[in-house]
């Protein structure tokens, strides 16, 4: 199995974007070693503080981001950095050659259950200027180099698109290096499985109400199958399952809170993940545009989510056309 380096020098991808991503995997395997010593190593629980878009932090969450940004800063390739967890973007090397967007741990709620987590990652080109600030990162996830996950499952496995197609890499713990598993992850197009957060069914609008009904109607009702349904409540572990065996995942506008456009952000989390979907053959959509064609004004902007299986998602936005 080719090691990580390896495989994006086959793919000629450029030296020093390779070297970042490596960077980015080498810190993912210090968390995730740090996640192995759970309980014993006190690292569980609140830090005491909100974010800026007032979650609460756990330890976690500031102690990964606290990582990343370290060895970000430290390799003397990124001009700057923007984090779920920073309120502004933080400038590192004048004359790095990237942007680097991340959710450090996503699905933080899972850490005390013993549950999914993950990175998430996003890499720009930086532009030509030295003095970097938030407007330098609004840009559309479209001009993405590269894109990826770490999820520190039962196994711990990277996610990962320079562009050419979405690869996945296993932790060969022993070593702490990522090793080449699937060259060519696709998302099979039809699909039978379904994940959204359920309990927010009376706040969702009208065309997502009438979808979800007709899934649930099953093999009785107008899509003349059954659906399975599964929900990790980490957004990394519901996308690995939609790239390991297709699916649909949703996180849609819902009027609980109905001056926010969604849920997941779009730089850390949408952004990112619309890359490796569509990488991978699948499809990812607000209820109403590509994520990749949404032109961010804030950073820590919100969108709302349909992505997976190519023809379900397509189906679920015929429901809001
Ligand atoms: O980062 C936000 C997030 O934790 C995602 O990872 C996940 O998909 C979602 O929120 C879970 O939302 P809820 O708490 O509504 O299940
Ligand atoms: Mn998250």
């Avoid at 790095?96 to 993950?118: A, Q, T």
Wanted: with cysteine; net charge negative; hydrophobic share 40%.
């Amino acid at each position: 199995m080719p090691r990580l380096a390896h495989h994006l020098t086959q793919q000629k991808v450029d030296i020093e974007l390779t070297t970042l991503i490596g960077v980015v995997a080498d810190c993912c395997a210090d968390i995730a070693a740090l996640l192995r010593h759970g309980p014993m190593s006190g690292i569980l629980g609140l830090a005491g503080a909100e974010n800026i878009q007032g979650e609460d932090q756990k330890k976690l969450d500031v102690i990964s981001n606290d990582m990343l940004k370290e060895a970000l800063e430290k390799s003397g390739l990124v001009k700057g950095i923007a984090s779920e967890e920073e309120d502004n973007c933080v400038g590192c090397s004048p004359d790095g050659k990237f942007l680097v967007l991340f959710d450090p741990l996503d699905g933080s709620s899972n850490i005390d259950i013993n549950s999914l987590v993950g990175t998430i990652f996003s890499i720009y080109a930086a532009p030509d200027k030295t003095d970097i600030g938030d407007d330098d990162f609004l840009r559309p996830g479209n001009e993405q180099v590269a894109a990826g996950y770490v999820l520190y499952g039962p196994s711990v496995m990277m996610a990962l698109t320079t562009g050419q197609g979405t690869q996945f890499y296993m932790l060969e713990q022993s070593k702490g290096e990522f090793l080449l598993f699937d060259d060519n992850v696709q998302i099979p197009k039809d699909t039978k499985e379904f994940a959204i957060n359920a309990s927010n069914q009376r706040h969702w609008a009208e065309p997502m109400q009438a979808y979800i009904a007709d899934l649930l109607k099953g093999e009785t009702g107008p899509r003349d199958k059954n659906f399975n349904m599964r929900w990790v409540a980490a957004m990394v572990g519901d996308v690995h399952r939609v790239l390991s065996r297709g699916g649909i995942f949703t996180y849609p506008w819902d009027k609980k809170n109905p001056n926010k456009a969604g849920k997941l952000r779009l730089m850390y989390e949408a952004n990112p993940m619309g890359f490796l979907v569509e990488q991978a053959g699948g499809k990812a959509f607000t209820d109403a545009i590509r994520i990749l064609d949404v032109e961010p004004d804030n950073i820590h902007q919100r969108v709302p989510v349909i992505l997976g299986s190519a023809n379900e998602v397509d189906v679920c936005l015929g429901y809001h056309a």
